[in-house]
Structures are given as C-alpha cells and as structure tokens.
C-alpha cells in the first residue's frame, strides 16, 4: 500500500471515529442541554409576561433555577458537560464536515468553528457557575451586554465595530428565521424513522421556536446598533432586557407571552433533535 492510500486511509479512519458513538452521544447530549436552557429561559419569560419579573429570563436566571431544584449541582454539571459536548459535536464538523449536501463547504465549516467558540464559551460559563461557591454567581446578560459594548466603544472605530456586530446579529436572527420557516431543518432529521405526530410536533416546534429565537436575535442586534449610533453603551441589552422590551411594545405583554412561549417550543424542538437528529 503506497503512502497516498494509506494517509486516506487514516483520515477516513480519524473520520469514522469522529463520527462514532462518543462524538454523537456528546452531539445529543449537547442538544439536550441546548433545550433545558430555551425551555427554561422561555418559562421564565412567561413570568415576566404574566407579572413576575423576580428572575432574569436568560442563561442566568435558567442556571440559577436550575441550582434551587433537587440535586441542583448535579444537574448544572451534567448542563455544562452536556454544552462542551455539543462544542466537541461542532469542532468535529469544522474538522470533517457536517451531515447535509454541502456539509463539506468552507461556508459549512467557518459556521462550524464559529458554533464551536460560542458553546465552549457558554459551557465554560456554566461549569463555571457550577463550581462556584452555593452554586455559583453569574452576572445579568445585560450587565455584561453593556460592559462589552462599552470596552468595544472605546476603542480607534469602535462605533464602527458595535454598528457591524449589530447589524451581523440581525442578519442572523433573519437568517434563523427564515430556514425555520422553510424547514431547512428537515434535513438534519432521520425522518424515516419518524411517526406522522412526531414530525408535526417537531414541525410545530421548529417553526415556531426558530421563528421566536431569529426575533429575539434581530432584536437584540438593533439595540446593539443604536449603541453605536448613540456612542452609548446602556442602549446595548442582553437577552433578559431585549425580552423585557418586548412588553413596552403597543402590543405590551401579550408580545412577549408569544415570543416566550415560542423560546419553550425552541426548547422542545432541541430535545427532539437530540432524538431523531442526523449526526
């Protein structure tokens, strides 16, 4: 065997494990921890929207409920473990390419390495919290929203950087949006393998909840861009105030009921794609 076939034998070979049971039990595990926290965030939301504003509807709030449940710390640990999981599942598919007719595309893999930062960054939050002293402490997703926004600020061009990262995550929020409402995501699911309700449940979820989330990102990315023009970092907001802003529309709480319970459904749909999701 020449030293071509037996190099392609070995990538095949670091591919085939790569894609074996550990990586696709820590893609599930990963998508399961996803929902707890859309759920979560989603419920607390509809408690804002009903009257209760006492927590904070963002990761936050949904780790420090989570802390208060029996056997709490377990459950933040396994939340944390689960979300490195899904960076290890994302690191695998910049490395190798990812399921779909072009899941081998630079566009693919740059999305990839990208998804694979912001998990590792939030899983390191999360075990973070978790290691903490009584289950951790974590800041507001706005207090951090503006510290960021204000240290950007100030730097040579920064209005110019806040301005393009707004604008890049109302892009992605219309982008979120839109494949959610024509079910891009059919093709990440083993749909033979699917009953008639399961595909309306899973449907009903990821139209409702993707449409839901892509709003809350294009939200949060206009506020980020009026900081910019502004030059003032307080009109930046994190998840829990761009939410709360929701209630201040003409439309008032019912908006933010809607789009709440659309986050839930977000939750709902990631566990099902930790079932039948092609990995």
Request: charged share 20%; hydrophobic share 50%; net charge positive.
């Amino acid at each position: 065997m020449n030293s071509s076939a037996m190099a392609r034998n070995g990538r095949l070979g670091a591919e085939r494990a790569a894609r074996g049971t550990v990586t696709e039990g820590a893609a599930r595990a990963g998508l399961a921890a996803r929902g707890v926290i859309y759920l979560l965030v989603g419920v607390l939301a509809l408690k804002i929207a009903f009257g209760d504003g006492s927590r904070q509807a963002d990761r936050g709030g949904a780790l420090a409920t989570l802390a208060k449940q029996p056997f709490g710390a377990v459950l933040l640990w396994a939340l944390g473990l689960g979300l490195a999981g899904m960076a290890v599942w994302r690191l695998s598919e910049a490395v190798f390419g990812s399921v779909g007719r072009d899941g081998r595309t630079p566009r693919k893999r740059l999305l990839a390495v990208v998804r694979c930062a912001f998990y590792a960054v939030v899983a390191y939050s999360v075990l973070t919290f978790a290691a903490g002293p009584h289950g951790g402490s974590s800041r507001s997703s706005d207090v951090q929203s503006r510290d960021v926004t204000a240290r950007v600020l100030d730097l040579p061009a920064g209005q110019w950087l806040v301005g393009a990262a707004g604008v890049g995550v109302i892009v992605a929020g219309v982008w979120i949006a839109a494949r959610a409402v024509q079910r891009d995501f059919h093709e990440q699911l083993k749909l033979g393998e699917m009953s008639p309700w399961a595909r309306r449940l899973v449907d009903v979820t990821g139209v409702a909840g993707g449409a839901a989330r892509g709003l809350v990102f294009a939200a949060a990315g206009t506020f980020a861009v009026r900081a910019a023009v502004d030059y003032d970092p307080d009109r930046a907001k994190g998840l829990d105030d761009t939410l709360r802003s929701f209630a201040r529309t003409p439309l008032g709480p019912s908006l933010l009921a809607c789009v709440a319970a659309g986050l839930a459904l977000f939750g709902l749909f990631s566990f099902a794609l930790a079932r039948w999701s092609r990995v």
